[in-house]
């Protein structure tokens, strides 16, 4: 079992950062790949970055490709997603998830999922 819970978000002008933060229980959580998803209002919620258990290999969407990066800290039970030149259409609500079902983490169903934070970018 794994419990997930985002922070981090916020309020933030185009062309900013923001790191999310993603803290997890669980004895499990060294051992699963990990991923950042985001909901705008009106769409549905789409893939923005995965990593596997042990850091070493990365997944982006292209629309963050370059500007966001993934990375996780085992021994603090923490996801993170660094978020860089922050644009208007990032606004959204950031979820992070756990448990990948299959080895394609840009479509695999999560199985633990945290109850998101805002991020707000304005223009």
């Known amino acids: 079992q794994v419990q997930l819970v985002e922070s981090g978000g916020g309020l933030v002008q185009a062309g900013g950062s923001l790191r999310l933060s993603c803290a997890a229980s669980?004895?499990?959580?060294?051992?699963?790949?990990m991923g950042w998803f985001r909901q705008a209002p009106g769409k549905e919620r789409e893939f923005v970055a995965a990593?596997?258990?042990?850091?070493?290999?990365?997944y982006y969407a292209d629309s963050v490709k370059g500007r966001f990066i993934i990375s996780r800290d085992n021994a603090k039970n923490t996801l993170y997603l660094e978020m860089n030149s922050l644009k208007p259409e990032d606004t959204a609500v950031y979820y992070c998830?756990?448990?990948?079902?299959?080895?394609?983490?840009?479509?695999?169903?999560?199985?633990?999922w945290g109850q998101g934070t805002q991020v707000t970018v304005s223009s």
């Open positions: 669980g004895r499990t959580f060294s051992r699963v790949a």
């Open positions: 990593i596997s258990w042990s850091g070493g290999a990365t």
């Open positions: 998830a756990a448990d990948p079902s299959g080895s394609n983490y840009y479509i695999s169903v999560y199985r633990y």
